[in-house]
């Protein structure tokens, strides 16, 4: 039986497919191998290595200012050994959201931030270490201690801790171990910086010869990790596991570094980073190759959220410990739904650059 | 949303008078390798392919499954949803079109794998019952209409992959993941207590039951594969701390405690206290697991469990043996489909048309 209608509506059907395709020159074209090449040279050059080389330089000084400060006890060797501790922990602020490559080597992600630590685990281990008479805190301890006390969080107790430091003076072990744990995170940092020359050559030797990059979009897809997985964990690591419902249920002493008061500085630099990883450069950043992916609308969103959650951090100030307001709750509550719109943009942009983030790897059984 | 070319082109090709032209490149005969898979333009499928990646048929699915298994004498392939879905599909497995749609008994869910009986006529589920505290492996008769006809306790908590052991009396091995989960939310972490169980398969007895030390109670057993004269391969998944030096692949054997496998710490400690799949090849003496958040693929010779070494394979997690000793199939969430070399620690890309647009799923079933 001859159907004319239907086959006039399936030649119709054809038609404007076949004119969809042809006739729609702004439709752009899914990244190339070759701007991957480009965005992982630039993720490399302009993002990962300084700022690994900066971790490794703030480290040191961290190391020297704690050592001062032991070697001869003060106030004013103290708030030294604090600032450097600040400026280091900054520095790993603005490269924790890279949980691939040297940094994982040996779990070196996780000595040097065992965090959120729901089971008061690095407490425990800490008590247990200052009791310790054998106080030479030195590399052999720290390769079979517990993560826990080998990195910032622990070292961020024992300077500004006002408890721990009352026992300084009689208990040789508190300088001892935040010594070695300030020396443990230098060597860690200096590692990391060291064997990113390997990775950068592996990651710039992308293709078919490799053994681990067998494109590179592969390495491409670890720096879009970078990016787009570490906004969920800001969310709900820290802030909503720290908000609760009210102010009255908010915990602040679950903040990342609420001791040094340090958590909303720490927060912004996280901000800063994943939108330098975004844009900050000009050529093949993820914002360049979104646009001419065809994604220019959601790019320029994109770029929206995080300038809106950079301003919505820059006036929030620490809040002391036992006073949160329904003011700070509502802004950070806000902040919160934020990051969770960024992180549904950069979903959706991953989409657009034809990138699979991982299947098995983030939803098996 | 934003379309690239690619993407739009990829929808084009999914329109139904292309797919047989494009897709359709090999005879049913030489449907070789299955497995559930996403398809970026058409969700979730079971994929069968020829050993070079041909497509021979896809068959779309409702929901994502886990484990494709084959019948021993009918040309049935069977894909089990994954927990904590209800549904079971039995495929033709020369036109790839669906026979019959099995469904869970009210308040049951599956685990995602299944064996057949011997001699094919028991379609056997790991499932879990609503209120029951173990797990069960459900019976289904294929010459009664799939009526389920005897239901065996697990002898565990969230049973996963299982096999048979061969013997004078066969035995059906469980790997007990100990985990309780609510929808897909896992509830007992801190207590959990994973176990491999061997039941008699005829009185259906928990015959034994062996365990990790007590420090490592979180190392969910999960998949495991076993040699013809029974030594069992396991891989795990970690569920507590991060940093904690846990057994992620181990082997047993009767009579024996676990036995976890040694393997570099600079490897361990990169692989993310996660295995996905465990696979033994073609001459029982090389054992593969894979580690999708590691990105690699591990390989130890079992007879006497030395760690051979291993290779990057990105999400890769689906594994089969090959033809040849040390010759394995891996699949992996980023498209890609290898052959893999355990005695040179080679790899081999075997290209598919299909590349980049589906994501291999956990397993892959060879016939």
């Given at each position: 039986m001859v159907r004319p209608f239907q086959h006039s509506r399936f030649s119709t059907a054809v038609l404007l497919l076949t004119l969809a395709v042809c006739l729609r020159p702004a439709m752009a074209e899914a990244p190339a191998e070759e701007d991957w090449h480009a965005f992982n040279r630039a993720a490399i050059h302009q993002h990962a290595v300084p700022r690994y080389e900066n971790l490794s330089e703030k480290a040191g000084a961290m190391r020297v200012a704690v050592q001062a400060f032991c070697d001869h006890p003060g106030q004013k060797g103290l708030d030294q050994a604090r600032k450097a501790t600040v400026h280091a922990i900054m520095a790993w602020q603005a490269i924790?959201?890279?949980?691939?490559?040297?940094?994982?080597y040996l779990m070196r992600n996780f000595g040097l931030q065992y965090w959120p630590d729901k089971k008061g685990i690095g407490a425990r281990q800490l008590r247990q270490a200052l009791k310790l008479?054998?106080?030479?805190?030195d590399p052999a301890y720290f390769n079979d201690a517990s993560a826990s006390v080998k990195g910032f969080p622990a070292l961020e107790k024992l300077l500004f801790d006002a408890k721990v430091l009352e026992k300084n003076t009689e208990n040789p072990a508190v300088c001892a171990l935040a010594t070695g744990i300030a020396d443990n995170i230098f060597r860690m940092s200096s590692d990391i910086e060291k064997e990113w020359t390997q990775a950068a050559e592996d990651i710039e030797g992308a293709?078919?010869?490799?053994e681990e990059y067998e494109m590179a979009v592969d390495a491409s897809t670890q720096f879009l990790k970078a990016l787009v997985e570490p906004v969920e964990m800001l969310r709900d690591d820290k802030l909503n596991r720290v908000l609760g419902e009210s102010a009255e249920k908010t915990?602040?002493?679950?903040?990342?570094?609420w001791r040094s008061r340090q958590s909303l500085n720490a927060l912004r630099v996280n901000v800063q980073s994943l939108q330098h990883l975004y844009s900050?450069?000009?050529?093949?950043s993820v914002a360049d190759i979104l646009q001419r992916a065809g994604g220019e609308a959601l790019a320029a969103q994109i770029e929206e959220s995080f300038k809106s959650i950079a301003i919505s951090l820059s006036d929030a100030h620490e809040p002391p410990i036992d006073a949160i307001t329904p003011e700070f709750h509502a802004k950070l509550t806000a902040i919160s739904e934020l990051l969770r719109l960024l992180q549904h943009q950069l979903l959706e942009a991953m989409q657009v650059l034809n990138i699979q983030l991982g299947f098995n790897s983030r939803d098996g059984d | 949303m934003a379309i690239n070319r690619r993407r739009f082109l990829a929808a084009l090709a999914g329109a139904p008078f292309v797919l047989q032209a494009r897709l359709?490149?090999?005879?049913?005969?030489?449907?070789a390798l299955f497995s559930a898979v996403r398809s970026?333009?058409?969700?979730w499928e079971l994929l069968a392919t020829d050993l070079?990646?041909?497509?021979?048929f896809r068959h779309p699915l409702p929901a994502r499954a886990h484990h494709v298994l084959l019948h021993p004498q009918k040309p049935w392939v069977v894909v089990i949803e994954r927990r904590p879905g209800t549904r079971i599909d039995v495929v033709d497995?020369?036109?790839?079109?669906?026979i019959r749609r099995l469904t869970c008994e009210p308040g049951n869910h599956l685990f995602g794998h299944a064996q057949f009986s011997a001699d094919g006529r028991y379609l056997i589920t790991a499932e879990q019952g609503g209120s029951d505290a173990h797990g069960s492996l459900v019976f289904r008769d294929t010459q009664n209409?799939?009526?389920?006809?005897r239901t065996l306790?697990?002898?565990?908590?969230?049973?996963?992959e299982f096999k048979w052991v061969q013997g004078t009396r066969p035995q059906l091995l469980v790997a007990n993941g100990g985990i309780k989960t609510r929808g897909r939310e896992k509830i007992n972490l801190d207590v959990m207590r994973p176990s491999l169980a061997y039941l008699?398969?005829?009185?259906?007895?928990?015959q034994s039951v062996h365990r990790f030390a007590a420090q490592d109670?979180?190392?969910?057993i999960r998949h495991l594969d076993v040699t013809a004269d029974g030594t069992v391969l396991l891989a795990m998944q970690f569920e507590?701390?991060?940093t904690q030096i846990a057994p992620l692949a181990a082997v047993h054997r009767p009579g024996q405690a676990l036995q976890p496998l040694p393997m570099p710490e600079e490897i361990r400690s990169r692989l993310r206290q996660y295995c996905g799949s465990a696979c033994i090849d073609s001459s029982q003496a090389i054992g593969a697991i894979s580690a999708p958040r590691g990105n690699r693929i591990l390989f130890w010779h079992l007879p006497d469990q030395t760690y051979l070494g291993s290779v990057v394979v990105r999400d890769g997690c689906g594994l089969a043996p090959g033809n040849q000793p040390g010759v394995f199939f891996a699949s992996s969430g980023s498209g890609r489909l290898y052959r893999l070399y355990a005695k040179t620690l080679r790899k081999q890309r075997i290209e598919a048309s299909y590349t980049q647009t589906i994501q291999w799923d956990n397993h892959l079933t060879r016939a």
């Open positions: 924790q959201h890279v949980q691939f490559g040297p940094v994982t008479t054998d106080t030479s805190f293709g078919e010869e490799s915990r602040w002493k679950r903040s990342e570094f900050g450069w000009d050529d093949h | 359709v490149r090999a005879d049913a005969s030489q449907a970026d333009t058409r969700g070079d990646g041909g497509v021979v497995r020369n036109s790839g079109r669906l209409g799939f009526a389920v006809q306790d697990s002898g565990g908590v969230g049973p996963h008699d398969y005829h009185s259906g007895e928990v109670h979180q190392a969910s507590g701390d991060p």
